[in-house]
């Protein structure tokens, strides 16, 4: 998703540029690469680790004249906009989720492909883990995550298979949690072609991170923060987060909430911009090839259209 984010954003080399998921710092560093003297790049990461991968990425693109990174977490956006006196940007590129390289970090505890403590926290400073979060929850508790943020069928087998387990002790690694999760599957389910821990992991990991409140913080304040033609691009990875964002920048282009019968709007609701993107922009062929996780990928830009204020 670099080529059509880099096209979307509609770069100008001297414009101001927030990418708020810095990640293993790809976007960033091509955004950099499109960049004059008197652009400028905030990159923002709320993984301390991610932060410093990103940060040593971005050095070896350009000096550190005309970008930093910045430890903080994208739902306080204005925030980060105040400490740093920026009063409109660009762009503003979020993409949501785990980068690869969070993954793939054993001890962050985020995949169920190998084993780790079972962490899941972005933020590694503070807040509960996800071992706190299946081992202290009632049953309707994690019944009621499992399914709403992993739209996962067997929410109600898999919830009581933890109680049962933490009864006898509590969980701490990954691997507890996935064996636990396959087992309460019913036998066709394992055969599925995605993991059957996959949308247990996602809905935990969710849960951890408060992510869906995030991006709502996000949607609500990121358009106030754009330049007039600035441009807000987002790239989702399920249909929670893509409903999020396609519903959000229809409001702004169409806010009016008078009934349909009246033949004029009396709210006053004026739209703040345009969708972009009609249609969600998807991965390539050649991409979904190359990188399979790409394919769940859906990327939406909206142009803000009126002056800042
Ligand atoms: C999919 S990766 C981004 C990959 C990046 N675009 C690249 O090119 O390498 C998502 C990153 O966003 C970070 N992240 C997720 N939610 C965040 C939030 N609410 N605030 C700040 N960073 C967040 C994660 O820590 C992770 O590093």
């Known amino acids: 998703m670099l080529e059509p984010v880099l096209e979307l954003l509609n770069i100008r080399d001297d414009g101001l540029y927030v990418d708020c998921t810095l990640g293993g710092g790809g976007h960033s560093a091509a955004i950099l690469t499109k960049l004059g003297p008197q652009g400028r790049l905030v990159a923002i990461d709320r993984d301390q680790d991610a932060q410093q991968a990103g940060r040593e990425r971005l050095a070896q693109v350009a000096n550190h004249s005309n970008w930093q990174t910045v430890h903080g977490n994208f739902s306080d956006l204005t925030g980060i906009f105040a400490d740093l006196a920026i009063t409109g940007a660009d762009g503003i590129l979020a993409d949501f989720g785990v980068s690869s390289w969070q993954l793939d ?83 066709a389910a394992r055969q599925e072609a995605q993991h059957p821990a996959r949308r247990t992991f996602q809905a935990i990991r969710i849960e951890v991170n408060q992510e869906l409140a995030a991006i709502e913080q996000l949607l609500a304040n990121a358009p106030d923060l754009l330049n ?21 920048f229809r409001k702004l282009e169409n806010p009016c909430t008078c009934p349909r019968e009246f033949p004029v709007c009396i709210c006053g609701r004026k739209p703040m911009g345009r969708v972009v993107t009609r249609r969600a922009v998807v991965a390539s062929a050649a991409e979904q090839k190359e990188n399979p996780r790409s394919r769940s990928a859906k990327l939406r830009c909206f142009e803000r259209l009126i002056e800042g204020g």
């Open 228 to 248: 007039h033609g600035g441009r807000l691009c987002i790239i989702t990875f399920h249909s929670l987060e893509d409903r999020l964002v396609k519903e959000a």
């Open 105 to 187: 970090q054993a001890d962050r505890g985020f995949g169920y492909g190998q084993d780790g403590p079972l962490d899941m926290r972005m933020d590694h400073s503070n807040g509960p883990t996800a071992a706190d979060v299946v081992n202290s929850r009632s049953q309707e508790e994690l019944v009621r995550i499992l399914r709403d943020y992993g739209e996962e069928r067997y929410a109600g087998r898999i919830a009581s298979a933890i109680v049962a387990y933490r009864n006898r002790q509590p969980f701490r690694s990954t691997a507890e949690l996935r064996d636990v999760v396959i087992r309460a599957m019913p036998a």
